[in-house]
């Protein structure tokens, strides 16, 4: 691969704009982790990038779990005693806890108030709740809103339906010159919340109708599906499959402000975990490494020990740490195209960086080769300092990667001293063997 | 073995006033390495647990030693010339050197002052001293006493006996579930000293005492030896037996104020020594690490290179480190019924922990199991993450230990987890091989 | 080997006045990579140490490299326009730039200042410049004098040749008891400076002088070579023995002020690097140690992968952070006897420390051994913790250096405290696989 087929886009600054305006697209509709608002989304997506959609029907055993009931919901309300619609779903979907069962009742104040979610701390913004796997309904509200409620009977409607359907997610494979894969994994089961995980959705569209347009050597399969169960359906249903995924990330909260933080796969050291700890380690700009742990997203799944895939995820501040989360408060003005733009940048390169991981073998390995003689001192982009180290750890044992980690040079200066010194005859590239084993 | 089970007492202060009281017993009694003071020792241990005692002839060899002449002592004193007792044998078994052999002889003060011992920078105190292996005699005094003695003639007896005899030593073999042994080991030959070593032969009585009473999967063994010339005779005796020790303290000075000092086995990496460490961790006071070093108490037979046994050492100050070592200050006022009580209380936990540390394989590997279904989020004692962590980390290959030093956890949180897993039907236990080898 | 046949010698501070002295007699010399100059350093060298003196053709194919033609210069000089000689190679042989072809020419200043190199930054000091494998000529010159200098024509000669002949190197080998070697490399190359590299010259000859008169382990070579291209043609021509350099020193910038530097082989953890770093980290100066780049002096070479030997380099003050580098002011006087005398110690204790590095097995491996009864504690130089380390320690798998390091104890201490017990009967040699393989 050349360096002009890289995957990080010319103009980074427009691709944030661009995942901007898809997920301000996205957001006014209701999602779940299964329904027509699943469906719609992925039609939107299907403007950009050739999804295929799978539908899993309900009832399905996928491991462990059992895909639930299909949810879907035309309108909810309250109504005060004066017939005053005080809450209203058409307004905001995030009124409706997620899975409420149909309701039609009237109730007194006492009664409404055990189905009412807000958040005393933060007065005005309303909560995301659900239900999923539990038969109940409510309504969130600000809590500003819900101190004025007076005494009297409320009219309350959720007209949902819980029916036999199926689970929907959308998958998008492009094929490679290797079988071998990297996953992109972004759940899109929120309804109007932007970063968790509207930013994931639009972010991860973006990258796969870039790469579309791209050779690359490994193979990529995208993942648009509810979270955890979702993760679950396809590794149930891709089990065989699932060896052949080489590198993979989650991809979710990169829009707010914060710095990028990656969460190691559980391997710890997986390729994907050193390309990510390199890319962000020469940014010359903050962010965090944190070692895996069994809570978070969908790499709870990807990492769980009978998979135990080389998987990692990729955030901005991480879910726990904005209060914004899971919130009205998490709206399009929480996420900044800049933001966006970084996180695509970021991911593009690491993406960029096992693409380009090769390993070299030089054909002058006892004593340095006169570089003098063949003009490299002064080959376009090749510095000294790195042709010398890629000459001195091309034994065949080192990849690109690991002559970056140990010479501390960037990878990129790496790889272009490599290939200057491939082009003079002095490296031939050796095959090598991926992080999901076999050929590359 | 159940929680109920466990080693740790309900009302750790009353441990440490039942040692405080026990260690008062003992502390008046002249021990040495050799002789009756040892047996009496003994005797009284036997009061609360059934201890048996050893006798190796003198003259034995053991490895590269020799078991002494067993010494024995009625009275010795120092008259001035006034025919007044200035130096009492009764007063404080102290006064007399370790080992002296019988005097009895008129001495001017220049003569007797060659076998006097005293402490300047501590003028108050009197100290210890020893002549094993090295025929000779002496009397240890105050320094202020020392400076207050005149010209004259001074009447010197030491009544004491070193004859062919035995090395009295205790052994207490409380048999588990598995051959495999913990070793407990304290040295019991020092006179009228509270902290080294009576705190260490008080905590192991009451420790085995209460061991006695439960339930354990390991073998434990305590001994009351004397220090060096004891452990070597242990180990030549039991040399076959030694391999069965899978993990092994020697404990000593347990009862002064300072933090507590853990010393590594010379494996460095030990069950026992992540045991000790992981204890002292978590529990929120100041505490030490030492590497092993091949100096100190008797842990230096143990951890030789012929027996290399993961035995650690578990002290409070290290003695190089108090002043009042091998002096009249360390007396029972030195030590502290609730320093006692901490030490018994971490010792518990650190076995304890080595009887719980089992290997669990998960029955549902890939992906989560949904706990929510099966209750498992609110079941009495296991958090969320723990259970999160245990079910990612037991594929087979992971203790609880494992499990407790990747998640940061404290080891009862992770415990509780696995149990309510295993009651789940989700994790099942797997033989583990003991760090001595062999099936546990 | 006894302590008395140590390579360290009595006198250090004589050794540095020697050295100095060898470096003063060096120095007038016009050296380059090949030529007379070299041939008469070689001989000077010859009257301390009996070299041999090796001679590659012009045109020898070594490696990727080829043997150039022999240089070799009579006179050179500027006169202005008065007829009156201003740069005057018989003044500084610094002022022609190395390997400068022939040439004898009038010229205007305009064209003159093409051929002209000074440092603006450091006026009165005269740069070192070379046109290895480029034909060119050229002078150096204060910049203080190249800004006087006037309009006109000037008179310009470089009475040089460059023609077919041969390079040069001197050579010496010391036997030892083993074939496996100890290689010591220093550049010899350089003209009228003192710094880079007369003092690794000066100090590799004193050294071989000092070691020829002791019996010695390891055999030992010294290699006199003109840099990269002198490495090069030494491993073409001896490819076959290199695997026999069980370690190596590149000596260089050792007579500077500076502190020690030691720059690790690409090995990181061969002997070599372990040895220095133990003298230089027990030395209680401040040092250096660097990891193994592959830039720098002809650790390049003897480092390169298809060698990858065990050769590190011992510097002071590392060449890129010191102006005087490559000018006229790394002169005679920017060294010291003081620093040249520390370097040598320093070799000297790195070598001893390899020599003396042996493998012992206690044969009272079980339990401590009674050093008492063998009067070890009082043994002179031994002290008891180092006796105690190296019994626990020697069981067949630590040497000595290993003992150290794990000890904190100076390499010396364990070395005596072992012979000690040697002497004892407790403790055996065993073989010893080197660095390089095969026994030692």
């Not at 180290?389 to 980690?405: C, F, K, P, R, T």
């Amino acid at each position: 691969m050349s360096i002009e087929d890289r995957i990080r886009p010319g103009d980074a600054t427009g691709i944030g704009l661009e995942i901007h305006r898809l997920m301000g697209e996205l957001f006014p509709i209701c999602r779940s982790i299964t329904g027509d608002g699943f469906r719609r989304t992925l039609d939107i997506l299907r403007r950009h990038i050739p999804l295929d959609v799978r539908e899993v029907p309900t009832g399905t055993r996928v491991f462990d779990w059992t895909v639930p009931k299909e949810w879907n919901i035309r309108d909810a309300y309250i109504k005060d005693s004066k017939g005053e619609k005080i809450v209203d779903f058409r307004a905001s979907n995030l009124h409706v806890v997620s899975y409420s069962r149909p309701v039609r009742a009237i109730l007194p104040l006492a009664e409404l108030k055990k189905h009412l979610h807000s958040l005393p701390e933060h007065p005005d913004w309303v909560p995301y709740k659900t239900t999923y796997y539990k038969d109940d309904w409510g309504f969130c509200l600000s809590h500003r809103q819900f101190l004025t409620l007076e005494e009297g009977d409320y009219d309350v409607l959720i007209d949902s339906t819980l029916e036999d359907g199926s689970l929907t997610f959308g998958e998008l494979y492009l094929p490679g010159e290797t079988e071998k894969e990297i996953l992109i994994s972004a759940h899109a089961c929120h309804p109007s919340l932007a970063n968790d995980n509207l930013s994931g959705v639009g972010l991860a569209t973006m990258l796969a109708k870039h790469l579309g347009t791209r050779q690359h050597r490994y193979s990529y399969r995208f993942l648009f599906i509810p979270g955890t169960i979702g993760a679950i359906a396809w590794l149930s249903l891709n089990e065989s499959r699932a060896g052949r995924i080489a590198a993979g990330l989650v991809v979710s909260g990169v829009g707010d402000r914060g710095e990028i933080t990656y969460k190691r796969s559980r391997r710890g050291l997986a390729e994907i975990d050193r390309a990510a700890a390199h890319v962000l380690g020469h940014s010359g700009r903050p962010y965090r490494l944190l070692d895996f742990h069994p809570y978070g997203y969908d790499e709870r799944q990807y990492c769980s020990p009978g998979f135990d895939l080389p998987v990692g995820r990729f955030s901005r501040t991480p879910c726990a740490e904005y209060p914004e989360y899971h919130t009205s408060a998490d709206n399009m003005a929480f996420v900044s195209a800049v933001s966006l733009a970084d996180s695509f940048e970021k991911i593009a390169a690491i993406l960029d960086l096992i693409e380009e991981n090769r390993v070299y073998q030089s054909l002058n390995q006892k004593c340095e080769p006169q570089l003098g003689k063949r003009g490299l001192y002064s080959s376009a982009g090749a510095n000294e300092i790195a042709l010398l180290w890629v000459m001195n750890l091309s034994d065949g044992g080192h990849s690109l990667l690991d002559i970056a980690e140990r010479s501390g040079l960037p990878f990129a200066a790496v790889r272009e001293a490599a290939e200057a010194l491939a082009r003079a005859g002095l490296l031939v590239e050796r095959p090598r063997t991926s992080e999901a084993g076999g050929p590359l």
